[in-house]
């Protein structure tokens, strides 16, 4: 598979709109006005700070477990992201969202999940299986409960929001999982993972998950994008695993890759015929992560703020990056992994918005592009004497009126071009 050179190119698509009067005969010469409604393309970010609001919770003290804005600030990030966003990732930590056995916090996730369907969001979990933040009671189990226990936590998830989340990352990071030990004590999905192994571990996730949801979209993701992550891909499909998407994740707090590398990475993972998600993406807006710093996590900063020639230099990173991205057939979704810098991962200027609730250079970047250079805006046109009028666009989904009489539409540049009468 190869590498296209041009987004607009490939992501566009065609349709024909024909106007017709109630005795079925061609208006010709009629004006037909024609606007995007949706991209078809996942254009993602986490919607973490918005677990509170959706709750109506308003700063009474409850710990913000997921991270993210406070409720008073994710108010005021509302309408950006809803004027830029199409897919919601929501926080499913196992540590978080079950501190105490048997009291998951479903009714507040439901409730946040429910909140973003109702404005048009498509809603995407994280993560169903993952050794990071793994409770600290499942490790007092045996081994033969823990994976018990680890197969009900999928199957109830996957069936409880089934309908709200349809798509999820069924299992995170597993090229670390089996050696993986927090505060130098081994949780226990690493220590499942260990005795079973991770294709088997992968395969528990996948196939509990799709058997409580079957509509899911279910992705096996990942931040080691080394061979590794390939001989493990390739592992999965040899034994018979389905998987929907193989996530990527870029966290580039030491700065953008360039596109030469992300061509590359690409390029890799492509090749094995499935849709690439993009899950957990960042650039800072603040001095760089040094170099030499090889887990992201090791780097601890009293204070790590934004500067005006780090906000420009993320503006031109994230069009760079978003660019190379979707000038690739393979790739489905982007997720951009912050809106805001408070509450940001690491405490880093990774957001598109600083602290104080302002949008950085990067977030008018990237809104120049999805609703700019890569959108259709409301256009009148005026059809042939057949009646008809062609229409391109943006893949996503379309609606048309003529006079009174209205008719929506979806582009796809892999389906023929739809055929749509208004009358």
């Not at 991770?198 to 096996?220: G, K």
């Not at 992550?229 to 193989?246: F, K, P, S």
């Amino acid at each position: 598979m190869t590498c296209s050179t041009d987004a607009d190119a490939l992501r566009r698509a065609d349709a024909v709109v024909t106007v017709r009067s109630a005795d079925g005969s061609p208006c010709p010469g009629t004006d037909v006005l024609v606007e995007q409604v949706r991209h078809g393309f996942s254009f993602g970010n986490i919607g973490f700070d918005f677990v509170g609001p959706a709750n109506g919770e308003h700063g009474e003290g409850r710990e913000n477990v997921f991270g993210g804005a406070d409720p008073e600030a994710a108010g005021a990030l509302e309408a950006l992201w809803l004027d830029l966003f199409t897919t919601a990732t929501l926080p499913f930590y196992w540590a978080g969202f079950e501190p105490v056995q048997g009291e998951p916090d479903t009714r507040r996730l439901r409730a946040a999940a429910a909140w973003f369907r109702e404005r048009g969001v498509t809603v995407k979990g994280h993560p169903l299986v993952w050794h990071t933040l793994t409770p600290d009671w499942l490790r007092e189990h045996s081994d033969e409960d823990v994976e018990t226990i680890v197969r009900a936590r999928v199957r109830r998830e996957a069936a409880s929001f089934a309908g709200l989340v349809d798509t999820w990352d069924a299992i995170n990071e597993v090229v670390i999982m089996p050696v993986f030990a927090n505060e130098d004590r081994q949780n226990a999905v690493s220590r499942l993972c260990r005795r079973i192994g991770r294709i088997p571990t992968i395969r528990l996730a996948f196939e509990e998950a799709r058997d409580a949801n079957s509509a899911a979209t279910l992705v096996l993701n990942d931040f080691d994008l080394s061979t590794a992550y390939e001989c493990l891909i390739e592992g999965v499909l040899e034994a018979g695993i389905r998987i929907d998407a193989i996530g990527l994740q870029s966290h580039m707090h030491r700065g953008y890759w360039g596109e030469e590398r992300t061509q590359e990475v690409l390029e890799r993972f492509a090749r094995y015929g499935l849709p690439l998600h993009w899950t957990e993406t960042t650039l800072v807006s603040g001095d760089l992560m040094p170099a030499e710093i090889e887990d992201l996590n090791d780097h601890r900063v009293g204070e790590w703020p934004s500067t005006p020639e780090g906000e420009e230099r993320q503006a031109v990173d994230v069009v760079r990056h978003y660019r190379t991205l979707l000038a690739h057939p393979a790739v489905e979704a982007v997720t951009y992994w912050g809106m805001t810098d408070q509450g940001a991962w690491l405490g880093a200027p990774a957001g598109l918005v600083r602290s104080d609730g302002t949008p950085k250079p990067a977030y008018d970047a990237l809104h120049g592009l999805v609703k700019g250079e890569w959108w259709l805006p409301p256009t009148r046109l005026r059809t042939d004497a057949d009646g008809r009028v062609a229409v391109r666009g943006w893949a996503g989904e379309y609606t048309v009126s003529a006079g009174n009489a209205s008719g929506a539409f979806v582009l796809r540049p892999d389906r023929t071009p739809p055929e749509v009468t208004v009358a």
